[in-house]
């Protein structure tokens, strides 16, 4: 639906100020929490959050809470993205370098701390895992929703020990686990051989941009990586482009909590995804959402959440 003279105007006035131009051009690349924008655009978060407030009453920006912490990103109405691409189309790009350069640098801290602490932390990697919910009951809720198979290829993105791998990796007559690091790669070596799987390639890949070829295999896996990452939207695009007909996407992460300090202690950008948010993200790339499996802990702690979607047939799309 297009946007209203009211409303373009309104988006208009919201825009028309150098810092929010600003702000628009960050939030383009990727989500920010108002403490990063602040970071970036080395003013107070105060004025910054001033801003930030009279872009969301706008509609040009979303603001989303997780946890403690409030993230901002571009409006997902397309009308209002298409705008929001015009108004950033007439910018001189020299004049936002300097905050790109800063957006980049805290990228690399971030990216970094990441990488340390997987490398840290990878011997320990299962473990750390499930100290929040039953592992067993996670697995055994993730096969009944991968379903008994033969699968013809199966891809695990973020394979961390490659505990996917080798849980379904006998229903699968190829199986690939990408990971970014090394060190996550050979426990997962180790892991698949141990379980004689000796069809199973690890590579290491980014999970943004994996190589693969569009809809090559019928099972894909994104198990606790999500809210790790800094755009979970993209990650959820590419590992849907791989899912091939009929084939069959499983994503498996937290619900919505307020435990903050796991971005500290582990490295936690979001504090888990809520039905809604992944259903769409899922429609988006094409897939066909069914219906969630929620498994709460049995004591204090998260509930993990499986959000299955299959990508529908040439007969499905027509008769739909």
Do not use: C
Not at 24 to 47: H, K, N
Not at 123 to 130: F, K, N, Y
Not at 291 to 306: F, K, M, N, R
Request: aromatic share 4%; net charge negative.
């Amino acid at each position: 639906m297009a946007l209203t003279a009211d409303q373009t105007v309104d988006a208009l006035r919201a825009a028309g100020e150098p810092t929010r131009l600003r702000v628009l051009a960050l939030l383009s690349a990727e989500e920010l929490s108002v403490m990063e924008l602040s970071r970036v655009l080395d003013q107070s978060q105060p004025r910054v959050s001033r801003h930030l407030k009279l872009m969301t009453d706008a509609g040009l920006i979303e603001r989303f809470p997780d946890g403690a912490r409030v993230f901002y990103r571009i409006s997902a109405d397309p009308q209002t993205h298409r705008l929001v691409d015009m108004i950033l189309d007439l910018l001189d790009d020299a004049e936002g370098l300097a905050d790109h350069e800063r957006l980049e640098q805290v990228r690399t801290e971030r990216a970094a701390a990441a990488a340390a602490y997987f490398e840290k932390v990878a011997p320990q990697w299962d473990r750390i895992r499930s100290l929040y919910v039953a592992e067993t009951a996670v697995e055994a809720a993730i096969e009944t929703a991968a379903g008994p198979g033969p699968f013809q290829r199966v891809v695990d993105l973020g394979t961390g020990s490659g505990r996917m791998l080798t849980l379904l990796g006998k229903r699968a007559l190829m199986s690939i686990g990408l990971d970014l690091s090394h060190n996550m790669l050979n426990i997962a070596r180790t892991n698949v051989t141990r379980a004689g799987l000796d069809r199973v390639e690890l590579r290491h890949g980014d999970i943004f941009a994996t190589r693969l070829p569009a809809q090559s295999a019928d099972l894909v896996l994104v198990h606790q990586v999500l809210h790790y990452l800094v755009d979970p939207q993209a990650a959820v695009l590419e590992a849907a482009r791989l899912v091939g007909p009929a084939g069959r996407l499983l994503i498996i992460d937290f619900a919505p909590h307020e435990l903050e300090s796991l971005r500290e202690e582990h490295q936690h950008r979001r504090l888990g995804f809520s039905d809604e948010e992944i259903a769409r993200w899922l429609a988006d790339a094409g897939l066909a959402p069914e219906q969630p499996v929620a498994l709460p802990p049995d004591t204090d702690g998260l509930t993990v959440t499986i959000w299955p979607a299959t990508r529908p047939t040439l007969l499905e799309r027509q008769a739909a």
